[in-house]
């Protein structure tokens, strides 16, 4: 499934990617070539993240819930850069496994379909320009598949948010597609969750997908999932 591809001149942003699973895709992006850009709220954390990468990795601010932030990102990758290969859109913060939708936290809950949804639209939109100028650009959404009231409308939401964005940037070149994780040892995981650098292997697979790769879909460690 991993990519021998050199994709080197290549632009890659993963956004809140000072952490996690999104970082170890930075990591893997980085090692193929791609000049990573780390999104990050906490620029501080992001740099000292981004020491750790190796390969060429710089750090952008990015806070997705602010109503300008990607909007001013996409300006800073354009001024530099003029366009974008590849958007890991993946930034979302709340959750809330014990909920359940008769009877949600709707101050929690409210937050965390933003975080899931109302973002990574906020996102796409401010990038989509810069991956259309690409020519080959992909776009992953990072889809969550968690039980509860916020994650499952957000998973169904984001899933058909993909098939839209899929559909209206075809003619560009651009492939859409979301990708969905088991559980894996982050901030946010379980313990005994598996290692970060297999579930971010999926998000990478399908980041540098070839040019006759599917778009629309829902992929887990590169095979399809209904929905």
């Known amino acids: 499934m991993t990519s021998t591809t050199d994709h080197s001149g290549k632009v890659a942003l993963v956004t809140g990617a000072n952490r996690g699973i999104a970082l ?17 709220r906490d620029l501080a954390k992001g740099e000292a993240a981004a020491k750790n990468l190796g390969g060429n990795v710089e750090v952008i601010a990015l806070d997705v819930a602010a109503p300008d932030g990607p909007a001013l990102a996409a300006a800073e990758v354009e001024r530099r850069f003029g366009r974008l290969d ?17 009877n949600p936290h709707r101050t929690v809950g409210r937050k965390a379909f933003e975080s ?17 100028a690409s020519g080959h650009g992909r776009l992953v959404i990072v889809s969550p598949e968690a039980g509860s009231p916020a994650y499952s409308t ?18 560009a070149g651009v492939l859409v597609n979301a990708i969905s994780l088991d559980w894996v040892e982050t901030d946010m995981g379980r313990p005994g969750s598996r290692p970060v650098a297999p579930g971010a292997a999926g998000i990478v697979w399908v980041a540098t997908l070839p040019d006759d790769g599917p778009t629309g ?11």
């Open 24 to 40: 170890e895709t930075g990591r893997q992006l980085a090692g193929l070539g791609f000049t990573v850009l780390i999104g990050a």
């Open 86 to 102: 590849v958007l890991v859109n993946n930034a979302a913060i709340h959750y809330e496994l014990s909920a359940r939708a008769l």
């Open 116 to 132: 899931y949804v109302v973002s990574a639209w906020r996102v796409a939109f401010a990038f989509a320009p810069l991956l259309s």
């Open 154 to 171: 957000g998973r169904a939401t984001l899933n058909a948010l993909t098939r839209i964005l899929a559909a209206e940037l075809h003619d």
């Open 217 to 227: 879909g829902f992929f887990r460690d590169g095979k399809r999932l209904p929905w």
